[in-house]
């Protein structure tokens, strides 16, 4: 039986970061990514411009060139396809890691095509898998996306966006832009502070102007094929509506690591338990790396500064395997 040194579960920026450490560390690691190479990356809206500048967003210490200072999604796709390659990262896509158990002190991980032993795992698998979900009726509707994609799509088009945090916010405007007739709807009274600085003053100019309609303290009841109810300050109010933009964030997915008995808060928040240096969590040898480690609290953890996570785990690694 071959047993490996490691297997990172998640291939996105922070599954590669610790696939860079553990080459330079000598390690027998394989990673295991259940979609494309940085899949959350290839899945975000097409025209999307991070909030980080380039250099925020390197790994293995490789410049990340970009033309602006704050990088475009495509420019990240070829940055980390090109990290992977000339490291030579051992990746195995399109391989969903269904479960892992430990038997003494040897993990089994099973995948949907294979199964693997190893001394220790990484999970890096991220939070952008799982939509939250508002839980009302006609949200199962086709025309209701938690994903928003392409501007163009929307053209001439009712549509809705709730929430008002940064990718509800870039969509309102991309769509606006080519010719969408949006209507946002926003739990809170105001746009959220955390909007990208250079973006948030044209959203609220284009909500003075009356160019994007919004609805504060107002929340979504009921969505039908051609409209949709809003619950509003003054009153229900009915609209017409060709497609809803349910951009309410993301969640890791509890139930895995439910599964792998890694402990969760008592709270909310439902942290995953780790140590803040060394990133173990109450499984020994089981680590967390990446914006898993912030349970429902998504805005914690991001690439910016959760990239050192991969050297604390990996040090922490040889550390023990020393002692
Ligand atoms: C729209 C948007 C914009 C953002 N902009 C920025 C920014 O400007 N700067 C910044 O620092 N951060 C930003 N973030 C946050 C951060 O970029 C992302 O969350 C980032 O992708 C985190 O990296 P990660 O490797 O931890 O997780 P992810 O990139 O989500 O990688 C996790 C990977 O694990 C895989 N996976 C999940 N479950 C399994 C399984 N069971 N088996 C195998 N593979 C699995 C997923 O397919 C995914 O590829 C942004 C996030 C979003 C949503």
């Not at 693997?116 to 509707?141: C, R």
């Not at 996570?309 to 550390?319: D, G, N, R, Y």
Request: charged fraction near 20%.
């Amino acid at each position: 039986m071959d047993i490996l040194d490691l297997v990172i579960i998640g291939g996105g920026p922070i599954g590669l970061a610790c696939g860079i450490e553990a080459k330079k560390a000598n390690l027998n690691y394989i990673i295991l990514e259940k979609g494309c190479l940085v899949n959350s990356l290839f899945n975000y809206p097409q025209h999307m411009t991070f909030f980080s500048t380039s250099e925020k967003l390197e790994i293995g210490e490789i410049p990340f060139v970009s033309i602006n200072p704050k990088p475009k999604r495509l420019e990240a796709l070829e940055y980390y396809r090109r990290i992977q390659q000339s490291f030579g990262l051992k990746v195995n896509l399109f391989e969903e890691v269904t479960d892992v158990t430990k038997e003494e002190e040897i993990f089994i991980v099973q995948s949907k095509k294979n199964k693997y032993h190893s001394k220790h795992v990484i999970l890096a698998t991220g939070f952008y898998d799982k939509p939250n979900l508002m839980n009302i009726p006609g949200e199962h509707l086709p025309k209701v996306k938690h994903y928003y994609n392409d501007p163009h799509y929307y053209a001439n088009q009712n549509i809705v966006v709730i929430g008002s945090s940064n990718s509800s916010v870039d969509a309102a405007l991309e769509t606006y832009r080519k010719g969408a007739h949006v209507t946002m709807v926003i739990r809170k009274e105001h746009i959220s502070p955390r909007v990208k600085y250079w973006v948030k003053p044209d959203i609220e100019n284009r909500i003075a102007e009356g160019s994007i309609t919004a609805y504060f303290n107002s929340c979504l009841s009921a969505i039908e094929n051609d409209k949709v109810h809003i619950l509003t300050p003054n009153g229900p109010l009915t609209l017409p509506n060709d497609f809803v933009l349910a951009l309410t964030g993301y969640q890791p997915n509890f139930d895995f690591l439910r599964q792998l008995k890694i402990n969760l808060s008592e709270d909310d928040l439902l942290i995953p338990e780790h140590d803040k240096s060394s990133m173990e969590t109450n499984i020994p040898n089981l680590y967390l790396a990446g914006v898993v480690c912030g349970g429902m609290n998504t805005h914690l953890w991001f690439i910016e500064n959760s990239r050192i996570h991969a050297k604390q785990i990996i040090t922490h690694i040889l550390t023990k395997e020393k002692g």
